[in-house]
């Protein structure tokens, strides 16, 4: 059976999302097919062009209209569009992968999450840094015990697009349409990363910053306020009592990429860094330092589909990978994670750390 898709925005995402379905089919041939149906959006001319780009069959403007003939729902607008359409795919048991954050507040997540709950579908949340080979094979290794118990892990990830004050206004920068700025925006990939390798968190303490509180609109002389942070920095205990550090920024002049992991535990630990994907840094007990892994044979996780060992894949990899984990959930009828309970929990730590930045102490997840 083909899957018939509907995606809501064809921005970054949208590319992402697109180009995901159509390598899938000759990398993982096994993957369900799937339709790239009806490309949904507002305005008709931009969506023509994007639908022509994208390879999809048909627009719609009306999102509501466009859920009659599909199987499956991408929603990959911004965040503020996040909640009514995925609750009503739900509600007729349309599957839904949902980019991060789900929504501007908890509530709506936990809106979204609850009509998961009640669906027959398959609700899945975008969080595509778990599909790294490179961290796949952390995740294995750290099961497997070879790194002990864990006693730390840091994580940051550092960009720099709007490092220079007159950059301009976007969607990011108003709390309304996004609920958070760096901190939702690339700390729920640090944190849910965290999370996905060690396990809950119990409390957290920190730090947000808004460096610009006005920035120039495009295409005119006006500016706009800056309601959303710029940065943000925290420090976290785990159930199993790991303590992590945390750090995220859009104004770390001169990152573009930063996207880092280490983790130590009692017998070892790993670093790893997105603007080296390909390779993971290793130590244990029987080595005499970190060793270079590069995560490109055949035996480490998803290489095998692609191409000999030594040849590197990118970032948009990634989204092939999530794209057949949760596509072969769907055909099989079982359970995928991250889910919408996963995004709701990442919700519940973002929303400690903005507690804490107000009160300016330690605040229980």
């Known amino acids: 059976m083909t899957l018939k898709a509907g995606f809501l925005g064809y921005g970054l995402m949208g590319k992402a999302h697109a180009n995901a379905l159509a390598r899938l089919p000759m990398f993982f041939p096994d993957a369900p097919e799937v339709e790239r149906s009806v490309l949904i959006g507002r305005t008709v001319e931009a969506l023509e062009e ?46 839904v992968l ?10 709506g997540a936990e ?9 027959d579908a398959i609700a899945g949340v975008g969080y595509n840094y778990r599909y790294v080979p490179a961290l796949q094979l952390a995740k294995r290794m750290l099961d497997a015990g070879e790194f ?14 709007q490092a220079d004050p007159d950059d301009e206004w976007v969607w990011r920068n108003d709390v309304e349409r996004s609920g958070s700025g760096a901190l939702g925006d690339v700390g729920a990939h640090t944190i849910d990363l965290a999370r996905w390798l060690i396990g809950g968190i119990d409390r957290v303490c920190g730090r947000l910053d808004t460096f610009v509180t006005e920035r120039p609109v495009a295409g005119g002389d006006e500016t706009r306020p800056v309601t959303t942070d710029d940065e943000y920095s925290a420090i976290a205990t785990f159930e199993n009592g790991a303590t992590g550090v945390f750090e995220g920024s859009r104004v770390a002049t001169t990152r573009e990429g ?18 080296r994907l390909n390779e993971l840094e290793v130590y244990t007990r029987d080595d005499d330092g970190f060793e270079r892994v590069l995560v490109t044979a055949d035996d480490h996780p998803y290489m095998d589909a692609w191409w000999p060992t030594g040849h590197i894949i990118g970032w948009e990899h990634t989204f092939v990978h999530e794209h057949y984990e949760f596509l072969s959930a ?34 229980l997840v």
């Open 111 to 119: 809106k979204m999450a609850e009509a998961a709950r009640k669906s």
């Open 50 to 95: 994007a639908a022509d780009t994208l390879g999809f069959n048909r627009i719609e403007s009306d999102w509501e209209a466009a859920l009659d003939d599909i199987d499956i729902l991408y929603n990959l607008g911004p965040t503020r569009i996040h909640v009514d359409p995925t609750v009503a795919a739900l509600n007729r048991d349309i599957h």
């Open 258 to 275: 930063g996207n880092e992991l280490e983790l130590y535990g009692s017998r070892g630990g790993f670093r790893f860094d997105m603007e």
């Open 148 to 161: 002990g118990d864990v006693r730390r892990i840091r994580g940051q990830y550092l960009q720099g697009w």
């Open 98 to 107: 949902c980019e991060k954050p789900l929504a501007p507040q908890t509530a």
């Open 330 to 363: 769907i055909e099989e009828g079982r359970s995928y994670s991250p889910d919408f309970e996963t995004g709701v929990a990442v919700h519940r730590v973002v929303n400690a750390i903005q507690q804490s930045n107000e009160d300016g102490s330690w605040i």
